[in-house]
C-alpha cells in the first residue's frame, strides 16, 4: 500500500525560506517520477515542481528561480526547498507521482505572512 507522508510546513514571513520533505513507502521509489503539487481551497490543485527518475526536473513559472526539488532514493524522500517566499505560495503542499497520481497524503500547510 502506497503512502506518502509530507512535512516541514509552517508559518513564514515573506521573503524567507522553509524545507518540504515527503517519505513515500510501499513502492519502489526510484521507479517514479515525483512531484510537488499545491492546492488552494477553491482552486485546482496544481503541479509546482517535479523531478524524474533520473533526476530531471521542471518548474511551474511561478516556482522558477526560487525553489529546488531534489530526491534522495535510498531515503525514499523528496524534497522542495523554498526560498523568496511570496503570500501567493500560500497553500498546502502534497507530493505525488508525475503522470498519473496515486492516493493522496494529508498534506503540509505553507502560510506565507507578516
Known amino acids: 500500500q502506497v503512502q506518502l507522508v509530507e512535512s516541514g510546513g509552517g508559518l513564514v514571513q515573506p521573503g524567507g525560506s522553509l524545507r518540504l520533505s515527503c517519505a513515500a513507502s510501499?513502492?519502489?521509489?526510484?521507479?517514479?517520477?515525483m512531484g510537488w503539487y499545491r492546492q488552494v481551497p477553491g482552486k485546482q490543485r496544481e503541479l509546482v515542481a517535479g523531478i524524474g527518475r533520473y533526476f530531471t526536473t521542471n518548474y511551474a513559472d511561478s516556482a522558477k528561480g526560487r525553489f529546488t526539488i531534489s530526491r534522495d532514493n535510498a531515503k525514499n524522500t523528496v524534497y522542495l526547498q523554498m526560498n523568496s517566499l511570496k503570500p501567493e505560495d500560500t497553500a498546502v503542499y502534497y507530493c505525488?507521482?508525475?503522470?498519473?497520481?496515486?492516493?493522496w497524503g494529508q498534506g503540509t500547510q505553507v502560510t506565507v505572512s507578516s
Open positions: 505525488n507521482y508525475l503522470g498519473p497520481q496515486t492516493t
Open positions: 510501499g513502492i519502489i521509489f526510484s521507479n517514479y517520477g
